[in-house]
């Protein structure tokens, strides 16, 4: 059964760059039917994509982030990750690492890690 | 950039049907995808390609969209059906969008 597991600080100083990784485990990251992605969810509020990673390297960003975030894959630790940089107390959130279909749908989805953007 | 709009807030009784909508332009000619949200817990996906059910999904939930409007229907409500649900749909591979969510409460 395939899992996906979020990791990284949960406290990011404001301006500094915030880092999760997603290990895969139960199945590969490499797949020709999915995409590996990033969502957020700030405290009290709805769901954002964040991008998405083909395992191979494509990337696709959301407009509004796409100046701060890189996501890359790693086939050889079946993982991937989310840097972004510069951040806000706007980037406090909860994190979730998902799978993701050709078409959007998400059917696997890690537990999500509580990020904290600090001064 | 695509918007979906959903209403804040559902009740309904134990037993009866809650019909949740998710409005956008056209949105008849995507396929929406449906998550279940219960506090302190990741989304799970209920309905997908706007009227599959996931294994493990019961049939009493249903998922129909045509027009401007998505609906997803849960029959029967139950307590353990309380929970924020969430219409999402893929415009293009750089726009993923989310709407903002219906908060369904059972009374």
């Known amino acids: 059964q395939l899992q996906l597991e979020e990791s990284g600080p949960g406290l990011v100083k404001s301006s500094e760059t915030l880092s999760l990784t997603c290990t895969v485990s139960?199945?590969?990251?490499?797949?020709?039917?999915?995409?590996w992605g990033w969502i957020r969810q700030p405290p009290g509020k709805g769901l954002e994509w964040i991008g998405h990673?083909?395992?191979?390297?494509?990337?696709y960003y959301k407009s509004s982030l796409k100046s701060r975030v890189i996501i890359s894959a790693d086939m050889s630790k079946n993982q991937f990750s989310l840097k972004l940089s510069s951040v806000t107390a706007a980037d406090t959130a909860v994190y979730y690492c998902?799978?993701?279909?050709?078409?959007?749908?998400?059917?696997?989805w890690g537990r999500g890690t509580r990020v904290s953007a600090s001064s | 950039s695509y918007v979906l709009t959903q209403a804040p807030s559902v009740s309904v009784a134990p037993g009866q049907a809650a019909s949740i909508t998710c409005g956008g332009n056209?949105?008849?000619?995507?396929?929406v995808h449906w998550y279940q949200q219960k506090p302190g817990q990741a989304p799970v996906l209920v309905v997908y390609?706007?009227?599959e059910r996931p294994s493990g999904i019961p049939d009493r939930v249903s998922g129909f969209n045509s027009g401007n409007t998505a609906t997803l229907t849960i029959n029967s409500v139950e307590a353990g059906d309380e929970a924020d649900y969430y219409c999402?749909?893929?415009?293009?591979?750089?726009?993923?969008?989310f709407g903002g969510g219906t908060q369904l409460t059972v009374l």
């Open positions: 056209n949105i008849g000619n995507y396929n």
């Open positions: 390609n706007s009227r």
């Open positions: 998902g799978r993701m279909g050709s078409n959007g749908l998400m059917d696997v």
């Open positions: 999402q749909l893929w415009v293009s591979t750089s726009d993923v969008v």
């Open positions: 990673v083909y395992y191979s390297g494509p990337t």
């Open positions: 139960g199945g590969s990251i490499i797949s020709n039917n999915h995409y």
